[in-house]
């Protein structure tokens, strides 16, 4: 009669396996359907992450578009509403929203500010963008009537940590049917504290750059792509 062991070599012999072997290989199969399975739950997370910032920041688009844009003709009760949806973004902010790169135009959706920067011009309400010219100079513009009135102001921006800019005014320039009229300095400085920062995809599928800061006033800032 043959040992165990015996009857062990003799049948890795022939077949070329062991209980050994047989044993290492379902190890490894476990540990690879271990970690495809973690892959595919991470990956679910993080698309149900995406799809809640996307649904939340739609929203706050859509009540910033049904409220108005100008925040100080609005009832403390709207103002509220909009600064508590904005609020649900941050979490999933970029982690220095203060430090992403920007450019070109980008379009004000919302403003709580009680100055000219929401586009309020007595009764008039105005189209108001930022335009980035470098990393440091930009200007916030106004228009009325299609760009026939036009008021902009320079200003340089430094950054002072991940969440926030230091704004400083320089200079204000009006313009009426594209010829300047007037060019005066500007005083003041702000700072922007960063509520969220980072790309969001509306339903119809546009995708853009959504901001959100307190100056202490609420703003809310797209580039589309």
């Not at 709207?78 to 649900?88: F, H, K, L």
């Not at 594209?178 to 995708?207: H, L, M």
Request: proline share 4%; net charge neutral; with cysteine.
């Amino acid at each position: 009669l043959l040992s165990v062991a015996a009857k062990t070599t003799l049948v890795s012999c022939f077949t070329g396996f062991s209980p050994a072997s047989s044993l290492t290989t379902s190890s490894r199969f476990q540990v690879l359907l271990s970690a495809q399975q973690s892959a595919v739950s991470a990956a679910d997370t993080n698309t149900e992450t995406t799809l809640n910032l996307n649904n939340i920041a739609t929203k706050l688009l859509i009540t910033c578009a049904e409220f108005g844009q100008v925040g100080s003709k609005l009832t403390e009760e709207e103002r509220t509403i909009i600064d508590n949806i904005a609020a649900s973004l941050n979490p999933s902010s970029s982690p220095s929203p203060a430090k992403i790169e920007l450019s070109g135009k980008h379009e004000l959706i919302y403003s709580a500010s009680p100055s000219a920067s929401s586009g309020a011009l007595g009764p008039l309400t105005g189209k108001v963008t930022q335009s980035f010219l470098d990393e440091t100079i930009f200007i916030n513009r106004v228009e009325f009537f299609a760009g026939a009135f036009k008021i902009e102001l320079y200003a340089e921006r430094k950054v002072l940590d991940d969440t926030r800019i230091r704004v400083k005014f320089k200079e204000t320039v009006i313009s009426v049917l594209g010829q300047e009229v007037k060019r005066f300095e500007a005083k003041g400085s702000g700072i922007w504290d960063y509520v969220f920062a980072g790309p969001v995809t509306t339903p119809s599928g546009e995708k853009m750059l959504l901001r959100v800061m307190k100056t202490p006033s609420t703003f809310v800032i797209v580039q589309k792509e």
